[in-house]
């Protein structure tokens, strides 16, 4: 894969959580002085999934599944060590350290200002953002760090393969651990709905389109059509959830301020992990960056669309998901500055 096919972050992604907050504010208005939108669209669901909001979703997952080339992971063997951190980091430490983290700061450090029962729930988001690491986004912080994008695409290509296997037994096992109930089916049926369906239709796609017009047309021309497409379904989402969370919001605001804390804290701690894995292994800068992005960076989408199929639209859980989306950008892009200025720790 050639430099050029991954983009440089536009501004929308820039300013992501400018838009977030917008959102939430619009959505919080929405839900406050026109309740009757969000009751209307709140009717339309089918094994506890939003109709709605799951129509919105696959808007937004289905042009990033288009854009992984799943040939990539026949050059699986040829650097296997940078693929190793990342699976270890994402799969064998990402979730428990997001559980063991979460779990301090709503039971014990914030136990005056969480009530027990919101406290769970809480967690319950954190967890599910905790066992969906990033896909998409990681192609854009790979390209602010000057990172490998053919070797980036094999790591999130691989990555979405894991997802399809270890995020239900995960999520089973540490809801389980919290006292949470989550029903196998409904689990099951949001993997299948989020994951197997758009990466289905992503797969052909690109297969179709590079058979019948080119590898240059589909990566040049045929994926930016989507771009927009991506972003509007994002931000139509977000005012959605924020409408059907007014309520919980306005009665506590504090509440997205606590949440995020140990959201960031996971963020920064799982990026070093991976990122001094590397420098240990000797791996070059352009594997090490990518390495550490793709497990302190979450796939939001996913978690949001579990949460509320698990929970429901209004629930504090899709809440703290949510909070994870508006978290994402600002310190993503610090992270990338700490890569860039420890490039010379890396002998290449």
Request: proline share 5%; charged share 10%; aromatic share 14%.
């Amino acid at each position: 894969m050639k430099e050029d096919k991954i983009q440089d972050i536009g501004f929308f992604q820039k300013y992501l959580s400018v838009w977030v907050a917008l959102c939430m504010a619009a959505g919080v208005l929405i839900g406050k002085f026109l309740p009757a939108v969000p009751a209307f669209l709140g009717q339309f669901e089918y094994a506890r999934v939003s109709l709605p909001v799951a129509i919105l979703i696959w808007v937004m997952i289905y042009p990033m599944m288009m854009k992984v080339d799943f040939q990539s992971i026949k050059n699986v063997g040829k650097n296997p060590k940078g693929l190793f951190v990342t699976w270890v980091t994402n799969w064998l430490i990402k979730p428990f350290t997001m559980y063991a983290i979460a779990t301090l700061f709503f039971y014990v450090v914030f136990k005056g200002f969480i009530a027990p029962d919101l406290a769970k729930e809480y967690l319950a988001g954190a967890v599910l953002l905790g066992a969906a690491p990033c896909t998409a986004m990681v192609f854009v912080w790979s390209t602010l760090t000057k990172g490998n994008p053919a070797y980036t695409v094999v790591q999130v290509a691989t990555n979405d393969l894991i997802i399809l296997i270890a995020f239900v037994p995960i999520v089973k096992f540490l809801l389980g651990v919290s006292n949470v109930s989550v029903p196998w089916d409904t689990l099951i049926l949001s993997v299948v709905l989020f994951v197997v369906i758009p990466l289905a239709g992503g797969i052909l796609t690109h297969m179709l389109v590079t058979k019948h017009k080119g590898a240059e047309y589909f990566e040049n021309t045929f994926v930016h059509k989507f771009d927009n497409v991506t972003s509007v379904g994002l931000l139509l989402t977000l005012v959605l959830l924020f409408s059907f969370q007014g309520d919980v919001i306005l009665r506590n605001p504090l509440h997205i301020l606590l949440i995020a804390v140990p959201l960031v804290l996971q963020t920064f701690l799982i990026f070093f992990i991976a990122y001094f894995a590397c420098k240990c292994l000797k791996l070059p800068h352009n594997i090490a960056a990518p390495a550490g992005m793709i497990g302190a960076s979450n796939f939001f989408e996913l978690s949001v669309a579990v949460a509320i199929a698990l929970f429901g639209t209004t629930s504090p859980a899709a809440l703290a998901t949510v909070v994870g989306v508006l978290t994402e950008v600002p310190v993503m892009l610090f992270l990338v500055k700490i890569a860039n200025k420890t490039k010379g720790w890396f002998s290449v």
